[in-house]
Each structure stands twice: as structure tokens, then as C-alpha cells.
């Protein structure tokens, strides 16, 4: 038998929310049964995970912290992926943002007045977070190259910077030989809500730039741009589109958020700078997953980001009452990319019989004998 795989007509809301939908059921299907194999009762442990995320006003406001990293940079991937620009270094150009915020708190601050130090390290941040991208925007442009490898491979080389700098040049002297930079001073850290670590700046910009970036895609010319470029590049040259400006402003934007949420972590949560694990609990990771569960709408991302900080949280409560790793976390979010991946595909692609393979001729009467 032959078979063909087709491209569906455009998926329907119902169908496409039906793939979400299933994706997690999945996730949490494969985490039930991870747990089970340990011994552990499924129901049980998903309990505790929700219940430590969002069953306590302590579980909620974490969730929220964990959060805020996620809708920044989910929301710039979900420009970069409209695009199909596959920016998969915005862990490296959150720790380049947070390098470029802690030089500003470290060095910058007693040359600014108060009130300047930390717009001058979001600036510094942002403007981090968009160098780190602008080499893999440049090396697609100029040779070609898979921005997917470049953007992947500078995630290491940022993580052995800021090893390299607490380790070496910044390394504080106050603080009895671990490796961090000395602590911010007052007017270089972002003030938090009450009984809590919401550093609440961060979270507004974070909410402000996921509304601005889907009126930027739905309402503007450069939005149709990425778009067009996108789905069909093609026509996009046909139409005189500069596919080249549209790579490079659209890494530009996504590094530049990602170097904000780098900005948000050492200011508003550590307030000094630390190893590349202890600033980044994987948030350039993650948040793919958030901005691909969003059906890569920035808006959505806002929703997708508070689930993925609440099963975050829930590794640590799992991690402390049931004895399991923090990794365990990853499963869920892997199976759930990989569930979306699959229902996308299957979403977009039918496979149809087209036929049987022709019989194949009879051997020659010599060879028969």
C-alpha cells in the first residue's frame, strides 16, 4: 500500500485548544506514571504539586515570582516563532542581561543619582539580552547559518561568563569567599510586594510588553511582516520584504525581553550576581514550552507562564515532601512539548492511501528454470 501525507485545511479554536487540552493530559500522564513506578500514588503527588503551586497565598505569590521570567521571554518567543526565527538562547541572553544589570549595580552606581540606577540597568540589561542575539541574527543573514545551533551553543558561552566573573574580577569581597559579586546597594533593587519576592516592576513590564507585542503582530505592518515571513517567505520576497530586517528586529526584541528577565532575577530575587543555576532556574527553557502551549499568542503566554510557575514550585515541593528530584519537573514539561509537537503535526497533516505498489513482473523464463 502507498501512502501520502497531506496538509489539512486550517485547524479550527475547538481543535486547536482540543491539542492543548490533550498535550497536558499527557504531561500529567507521564508524570503519574513516573511516580508510579517510584512507588508513589499518582494522585497523590499531582495533588501536592498544585496544591504547594496554587493552594496558598506562600504556594500562589512563588508561583507568581516564577512567573514573571516566563511571560517576558515566552512573550519575545512568541514573535521570534511566529517568524520561524527558532531563538532557543534566551537562557544565555537572560544571564548576558543580568551580566549587564550587575555591572551597572556593581560599577555604575555611585556615578548615577537614585533615581537613574535602575532604569540604567534595565536599559543595560536589555540592550545585554539583544547583543547575545544579534551575532545568531547576523551569522543567518550574512552566511546562512541554523540560528537554532548559533543561539543554543551561546547559552554555554554566557553561563562560563558570569562563572568566569563571579570566579574572577567580581567576585565580592564581602561575602566570605562564595562565589557572588558583592550585594546591590538599596537603590539598585527592585522593590516587592508586601511578604513576598513579586518584585512587582518587573511583572508590570512583563504584562505591558505581552499586550504590546500582540497588538504589534495583529494590528501592525511590521507584525504582517512576521508573519508573511513566516508562513509563506516565499511571497514575502515576492512582496519586497527585507526578510533579513525582519530576522534582526525580531531577535533583537526577543533577546532584548529575555535580558530584561535577567535584569528582574538579580535585582529583584538575589540582588547580587550568582552562579548561572542559581539566577535561571531554566526560564529560557521553559519558556518555549509556555510560548508553543499559548498557540504562540503573547497574551496567552501570560496564562501558560503561571502554570509553568506553579509546576516549577511543585518541584520544590516534591523535591522536599515526597523525596524526588527537582528534574522531575523536566519530564512534565518535555512530554508536554513533545505532545504539542505531535498534535500540531497531526493537527496540520493527515496520511491518506493513495494506492497499492505496482506487482512486480514475472521473472524471465530462463531465471524460472
Request: hydrophobic share 55%.
Amino acid at each position: 500500500m502507498v501512502f501520502r501525507i497531506e496538509r489539512r485545511p486550517p485547524p479550527g479554536f475547538l481543535a486547536s485548544f482540543g491539542v492543548v487540552l490533550a498535550a497536558l493530559a499527557l504531561g500529567m500522564l507521564a508524570g503519574g506514571l513516573l511516580f508510579a513506578v517510584k512507588g508513589i500514588d499518582p494522585f497523590t503527588a499531582l495533588w501536592k504539586i498544585f496544591q504547594g503551586s496554587f493552594g496558598s497565598s506562600f504556594g500562589l505569590k512563588d508561583t507568581v515570582t516564577k512567573a514573571i521570567p516566563l511571560i517576558l521571554i515566552g512573550a519575545g518567543l512568541c514573535l521570534a516563532f511566529r517568524g520561524r526565527i527558532w531563538n532557543i538562547g534566551a537562557e544565555g541572553q537572560l544571564l548576558a542581561g543580568a551580566i549587564g544589570a550587575s555591572g551597572v549595580a556593581l560599577y555604575g552606581t555611585p556615578f548615577l543619582p537614585e533615581w537613574a540606577v535602575l532604569p540604567a540597568m534595565f536599559l543595560a540589561g536589555a540592550i545585554g539580552g539583544a547583543a547575545w542575539a544579534w551575532f545568531p541574527a547576523v551569522c543567518r543573514i550574512r552566511w546562512g547559518m541554523n540560528e537554532t545551533i548559533t543561539t543554543l551553543m551561546l547559552n554555554y558561552v554566557a553561563a562560563e561568563l558570569v562563572q568566569f566573573l563571579i570566579y574572577g574580577p567580581w567576585k565580592g569581597k564581602s561575602q566570605f569567599g562564595f562565589p557572588y559579586t558583592d550585594d546591590f546597594a538599596a537603590c539598585a533593587t527592585l522593590p516587592t510586594l508586601y511578604g513576598s519576592r513579586i518584585h512587582w516592576p518587573t511583572l508590570a513590564l512583563g504584562v505591558a510588553t505581552a499586550l504590546a507585542l500582540a497588538l504589534l503582530v495583529s494590528r501592525s505592518r511590521f507584525g504582517f511582516e512576521v508573519r508573511v515571513v513566516g508562513e509563506n517567505p516565499e511571497a514575502a520576497h515576492y512582496a519586497g520584504m527585507d526578510r533579513g530586517r525582519v530576522v534582526l528586529l525580531v531577535m533583537l526584541v526577543s533577546g532584548a525581553l529575555a535580558g530584561l528577565a535577567g535584569v528582574g532575577e538579580v535585582a529583584g530575587i538575589h540582588r547580587h550576581l550568582s552562579a548561572p543555576a542559581s539566577i535561571s532556574s531554566g526560564y529560557g527553557f521553559t519558556a518555549i514550552i509556555t510560548a508553543y502551549l499559548a498557540r504562540l499568542h503573547p497574551v496567552a503566554v501570560i496564562f501558560t507562564s503561571l502554570f509553568f510557575g506553579g509546576l516549577l514550585v511543585g518541584g520544590d515541593v516534591i523535591q522536599t515532601s515526597l523525596g524526588l528530584p527537582f528534574a522531575t519537573v523536566h519530564i512534565f514539561n518535555g512530554m508536554i512539548l513533545f505532545a504539542l509537537l505531535v498534535g500540531d503535526f497531526l493537527l496540520d497533516h493527515r496520511v491518506r492511501r493513495v494506492g497499492e505498489l505496482p506487482a512486480a513482473p514475472p521473472a524471465p523464463a530462463s531465471e524460472a528454470a
